[in-house]
C-alpha cells in the first residue's frame, strides 16, 4: 500500500542544538501531518499542513517547532533550539483529503541529550 | 480535557475469544472514527473506520458499534488471534486527527 517515508529512524542530538525530521508523503496526498508520541502512549497532534500553510496547529507545537514543504521536496519538522522535553517518536502522516484514510510513517525516534 | 476517551487501558483475551474496546467522545460535531492498530516500533495503521451516520461497521473479523445520541462507538474483535496483539486507538476527525490514549490489547493462545 502506500507508503510513508520517514528520515531518519533514530536521531540523538545534544540539548539546544537544531534538528530537522525529514518525510516523504505518499506522492498524490495533499494534507500532511505531524504527530508526536511518547513512549508507546497516546498519539498527540502537532500540526497539519495543506497548500502550503499550516492548517492547525496544537499547544504542544512551540515556538521552536517550523513545518515546511519546499518545492514540493520532503515534508520537514524542525525544532530549534531543542530541550530535553521533546524526546519522542514523531510520526509523519498524510492524507489525500480530509476524512479519508491517514497514513503514517514509522516514526523518527529523537533522543535530546 | 481529553476529547477522546478508551477504556479499558489494557486487555488480555485468549486466542478465540471476542474482545472489546470502548470508545467515547466529548464534541458532537466529530462525524468520522477511525481505529488505528499499532505495532511496537511501527507507526499507526488504519484498521476500520466508521462514520456518524452509520451505527455498524464490519470488516471481517473488526466490527464498529456506533452510538451517535450516547457519543460511544466500541471495536469488538471476534475470534483473536495472536497477532492481534498490538496497542488500538480511537480517534475522531479534530485537528486533523485526534487520537484516544490507546488500549493495549493482548491475545494469549
Known amino acids: 500500500g502506500p507508503k510513508v517515508l520517514q528520515i531518519p529512524s533514530h536521531q540523538i542530538i545534544d540539548m539546544g542544538q537544531m534538528v530537522t525530521l525529514n518525510c516523504d508523503p505518499v506522492?498524490?496526498?495533499?494534507?500532511f501531518y505531524w504527530y508526536k508520541q511518547i513512549l508507546g502512549q497516546q498519539m498527540e497532534f502537532l500540526v497539519n499542513f495543506y497548500n502550503g500553510k499550516v492548517m492547525e496547529k496544537s499547544k504542544l507545537f512551540k515556538d521552536q517547532f517550523s513545518v515546511e514543504r519546499p518545492d514540493g521536496s520532503y515534508f520537514t519538522l524542525k525544532i530549534q533550539p531543542t530541550a530535553l522535553e521533546d524526546s519522542a517518536v514523531y510520526f509523519c502522516?498524510?492524507?489525500?483529503?480530509?476524512?479519508?484514510?491517514?497514513?503514517f510513517g514509522k516514526g523518527t525516534r529523537l533522543t535530546v541529550v | 480535557q481529553q476529547q477522546v476517551r478508551q477504556s479499558p487501558q489494557s486487555l488480555t483475551v485468549w486466542e478465540g475469544e471476542t474482545a472489546i474496546l470502548n470508545c467515547s467522545y466529548e464534541?458532537?460535531?466529530?462525524?468520522?472514527f477511525p481505529w488505528y492498530q499499532q505495532f511496537p516500533g511501527e507507526g499507526p495503521a488504519l484498521l476500520i473506520s466508521i462514520s456518524s451516520v452509520s451505527d455498524k461497521k464490519e470488516d471481517g473479523r473488526f466490527t464498529i458499534f456506533f452510538n451517535k445520541r450516547e457519543k460511544k462507538l466500541s471495536l469488538h474483535i471476534t475470534d483473536s488471534q495472536p497477532g492481534d496483539s498490538a496497542t488500538y486507538f480511537c480517534a475522531a476527525n479534530a485537528q486533523g486527527l485526534t487520537f484516544g490514549l490507546g488500549t493495549r490489547v493482548s491475545v494469549f493462545p
Open positions: 464534541d458532537s460535531t466529530f462525524n468520522y
Open positions: 502522516a498524510s492524507s489525500s483529503g480530509l476524512n479519508t484514510e491517514v497514513f
Open positions: 506522492s498524490n496526498h495533499l494534507y
